[in-house]
């Protein structure tokens, strides 16, 4: 199993522009998770997903949109790029079985995005 | 609310125990303790659950006061691959008809991070 992929690694963008942040996951795995880390800070949630076609916002969802049309793929889409969005997205996913759930989350190598 | 991890930042010498601390102003159903090295993505270590239920490596362990709502984790022996930036993650329960039990989708809010150094 590759696990959770995530494309590009790297990427430089000028203020305005757009791009989509791929993610994808080989385990089954009902939940994924989008997610910045700035410099030196703990990760803040973008938006979540619960299953194929369900998708909610999470803490700093402003500026980003997500959507989740299969089980294995999770795309974030950036518009309008703007400096403050300069940052390491992390994309993750978690399995919730029978009880006890445990919603351990695996996370991908991350995208690291700048924008000038 | 963010939680609130203590201390910022530890120095030890191999062998040297530890001792990190999570604490939330929210009902939780879990929390979670994740390492991250630098430039690497974070890596689980530990999940607690509201009720007693955990899951995680043999040679970490933590803890979980319900009533407190805090969480520690606790490295022993420490060896130099202990060094790395320690997150706890904490997923506040969802109510149910005024009682705070249910999972959150695994939702997390993460806190600041500490920073372990170990030395030869």
């Known amino acids: 199993n590759a696990g959770v992929t995530q494309t590009p690694k790297f990427r430089i963008l000028k203020i305005g522009q757009s791009m989509t942040l791929q993610c994808a996951q080989d385990?089954?795995?009902?939940?994924m998770y989008w997610y910045r880390q700035d410099p030196g800070m703990g990760l803040k949630l973008i938006y979540y997903?619960?299953?194929?076609?369900?998708?909610d916002k999470g803490e700093v969802p402003n500026g980003y949109n997500v959507s989740r049309s299969t089980t294995e793929d999770f795309p974030l889409r950036l518009e309008l790029a703007a400096p403050s969005q300069t940052s390491v997205y992390f994309c993750?996913?978690?399995?919730?079985?029978?009880?006890?759930?445990?919603?351990?989350?695996?996370f991908g190598p991350g995208t690291r995005l700048t924008v000038l | 609310q963010q939680p609130v991890q203590s201390p910022q930042a530890v120095i030890l010498r191999e062998g040297e125990d530890a001792v990190i601390n999570c604490s939330s102003s929210?009902?939780?159903?879990?929390v979670h303790w994740y390492r991250q090295k630098h430039g690497e993505a974070p890596v689980f270590l530990m999940i607690?659950?509201?009720?007693?239920e955990q899951k995680g490596h043999e040679k970490i362990s933590a803890s979980f006061n319900e009533k407190k709502q805090q969480s520690s984790l606790y490295l022993t022996a420490s060896q130099l691959s202990y060094s790395g930036t320690y997150f706890c993650?904490?997923?506040?329960?969802?109510?149910?008809?005024?009682?705070?039990?249910?999972?959150?989708?695994?939702?997390?809010?993460f806190g600041q991070g500490t920073i372990l150094t170990v030395h030869p």
């Open positions: 929210k009902a939780l159903y879990s």
């Open positions: 997903s619960v299953g194929a076609g369900i998708t």
């Open positions: 607690l659950l509201k009720g007693g």
């Open positions: 385990m089954n795995h009902n939940y």
């Open positions: 993650g904490t997923e506040n329960a969802r109510y149910w008809a005024g009682y705070a039990g249910g999972t959150s989708y695994g939702k997390l809010t």
């Open positions: 993750a996913s978690s399995y919730s079985g029978q009880r006890p759930t445990y919603n351990e989350q695996f």
